[in-house]
């Protein structure tokens, strides 16, 4: 009986701890405590995208002209504790980089919404050929960069 109950209380330990160490790749609609724009600029570049191309072909597939992002700060992300993911359709598409992170934690409390979801208009680009080579699809905002 006592075995039981180890092999019941292991399995679990082992149920929370795979759950915590996976990744988020999609998320349920958030209605965002803000909505940021830079009156259709789109300069604000997102890294990491090269990681989400089935995302973005996704996305890209069967997308409109009129795009939104959640921007999704990441407490828990292991890596880097001020990390901001971007979703498109409920999808994770990438990450503002390390520096744009880090600015944008300021520009949250600045406005008083400090560890909120917020959004912007997106756009994506690329996703052509060149030499007969593919190219990855990249994600723009429309959102005031940190200069």
């Known amino acids: 009986m006592t075995e039981l109950i180890v092999i019941a209380a292991l399995l679990v330990l082992w149920l929370i701890f795979r759950q915590r ?11 965002p405590a803000h909505h940021w724009t830079d009156n ?9 995208e090269s990681s ?4 973005l072909k996704k996305i890209a597939n069967s ?37 744009d992170a880090q600015d944008f934690h300021e520009r949250l409390r600045d406005k008083g919404l400090a560890a909120q979801i ?3 208009d997106v756009r994506i680009y690329g996703g ?6 593919k190219l990855m699809l990249g994600v723009w905002l429309d959102m005031k960069p940190f200069n």
């Open 21 to 31: 160490g996976q990744k988020r790749e999609s998320i349920k609609s958030q209605h």
């Open 40 to 48: 259709g600029n789109f300069d604000f570049e997102v890294v990491g």
């Open 52 to 55: 989400y191309q089935p995302a």
């Open 63 to 99: 997308a409109t002209e009129n795009l939104t992002a959640l921007l999704v700060p990441e407490p828990d992300n292991a890596h880097d504790k001020l990390a901001v993911a971007v979703y498109i359709s409920a999808l994770k598409v990438g990450y503002l980089s390390r520096d």
């Open 118 to 120: 917020t959004s912007c």
């Open 128 to 133: 052509g050929q060149k030499n007969g080579k």
